[in-house]
């Protein structure tokens, strides 16, 4: 059986909020996960300028591929996750912004905070307490220990726990 390297993330944490915000007038937009589909994946590749190859993600049977869209604008994305569910955590292999919501110029704040929270609500429905895993890069385990409530687990390996878990979970998908 072939190994596949463990991918380092390096998604930001630029704002969690309620939402996603728009980062010139201030309002915040209602979002929605589901899953990617064929259909989808012809918009997220990179030479539209998605920064990995989510077609392999979506092939991928062990995977789950999520998107992150605002409520009745289903069709375009805003940001990518891929989970894969193991015997007692989720890890997440992947988390990207859409290119229009990265850098300084970006239109719309809170997508990766969105993801990951959305990555702990299917790991609590899994029966797993929130627990997420995933590999980060070196740089930015401190990055993810302060936003997230992460830890360092040992290499570049995270983890977050059932109480940041639960407050992420809190911030996005209240009721």
């Known amino acids: 059986m072939k190994t596949q390297k463990q991918i380092q993330l390096d998604f930001i944490i630029d704002k969690l909020s309620k939402s996603i915000q ?9 979002t929605e996960i589901s899953n990617l589909s064929n259909k989808d994946i012809k918009q ?6 998605w920064n990995f190859n989510w077609k392999i993600e ?3 049977n062990s995977k789950e591929v999520y998107k992150l869209t605002i ?15 193991e015997t007692d955590h989720v890890l997440m292999n992947l988390v990207e912004s859409a290119p229009f ?3 300084k110029n970006k239109l719309y ?13 299917v790991s609590f429905q899994h029966g797993f307490d929130g627990y997420v895993a995933f590999t980060a890069k070196t740089k930015l385990i401190g990055h993810y220990e302060k936003t ?15 109480q940041s878990a639960e ?6 998908f209240k009721s």
């Not at 409520?71 to 569910?85: A, C, E, K, M």
């Open 109 to 121: 704040e809170g997508v990766a905070g969105n993801l990951v929270a959305y990555a702990c609500k």
């Open 58 to 60: 979506f092939t991928d």
């Open 44 to 49: 997220v590749t990179k030479k539209k300028g």
């Open 101 to 103: 919501n990265i850098g």
């Open 167 to 172: 407050l992420l979970i809190e911030k996005y």
């Open 148 to 162: 997230l409530g992460a830890y360092h687990i040992g290499g570049q390996r995270m983890i977050i726990l059932t």
């Open 71 to 85: 409520v009745n604008n289903p069709d375009i994305i805003q940001g990518l996750l891929s989970l894969t569910i």
């Open 22 to 30: 728009n980062t010139i007038s201030g309002d915040s937009f209602r």
